[in-house]
């Protein structure tokens, strides 16, 4: 089956420390990847592009074929980095999003 | 200005009733879609929206319950049929594979949802 596991729903970091929310996917094919947020009582915006391989507000995101992940990491968390973060594919067209991640970033 | 409006933003209506959201997105778009995000849940697609034809649902959905016009590359409505508590929900319209040149394709945006409320 197609899907994508965020096996983590919270996640909560102090200010600085490093930050990584996890994918893993399930496709046999070559998928194409994304991580969106939604901050609070804002609409879900994209983050990253798995084929930009782009650094967003000093998130980065690789894709790694073997072990079927796309995890996003960002070395020192900030308080405005608290929000929903959603893995995403798109298959034949369509975005199937994963469970999302809260994360949480602690003064 | 936001690439995608959708309203009403917010209503609560009466169980058996019907609700018709409408989406309209700023530029022309080969693909729009609707998305379901119950309480502390994910997004669940609907059915993407085809203009000129019938609207292709995922598995658990149907017509007669949801059903979807979208009769340019603009614009697209979601109706909510018979109304139940159950589908009391946040429905989000989605878009992407931009006509206009200057808009990168394949960005998918969202619209600020509809937050549906069933007494």
């Known amino acids: 089956a197609q899907r994508v596991t965020q096996p983590e729903k919270l996640l909560s970091v102090f200010k600085g420390a490093p930050v990584e929310l996890k994918c893993n996917y399930s496709y046999s094919g070559s998928p194409e990847l994304f991580w969106y947020v939604q901050y609070s009582r804002q609409r879900l915006q994209l983050l990253l592009r798995h084929i930009s391989r782009e650094s967003i507000k000093g998130f980065t995101a690789d894709l790694n074929k073997g072990e079927t992940s796309f995890h996003l990491k960002k070395p020192f968390a900030q308080e405005e980095d608290s929000a929903m973060y959603y893995c995403a594919f798109r298959v034949r067209g369509k975005l199937i999003f994963g469970q999302g991640t809260e994360l949480s970033v602690k003064p | 200005s936001a690439v995608i409006s959708q309203k009403p933003s917010r209503d609560i209506c009466q169980r058996g009733t019907s609700l018709t959201i409408q989406c309209q997105v700023d530029s022309q778009v080969t693909m729009m879609f609707w998305y379901r995000q119950q309480p502390g849940q994910s997004l669940t697609l609907i059915a993407t929206a085809n203009q000129g034809s019938e609207a292709t649902y995922e598995s658990g959905f149907v017509i007669d319950k949801f059903p979807i016009s979208r009769p340019n590359l603009t614009f697209s409505t979601l109706t909510v049929s018979n109304m139940s508590p159950e589908d009391s929900s946040i429905y989000l319209c989605?878009?992407?594979?931009?006509?206009?040149?200057?808009?990168?394709?394949?960005?998918?945006?969202f619209g600020a949802g509809t937050r549906l409320s069933v007494l």
């Open positions: 989605s878009a992407w594979g931009w006509l206009d040149r200057g808009r990168a394709k394949n960005i998918q945006y």
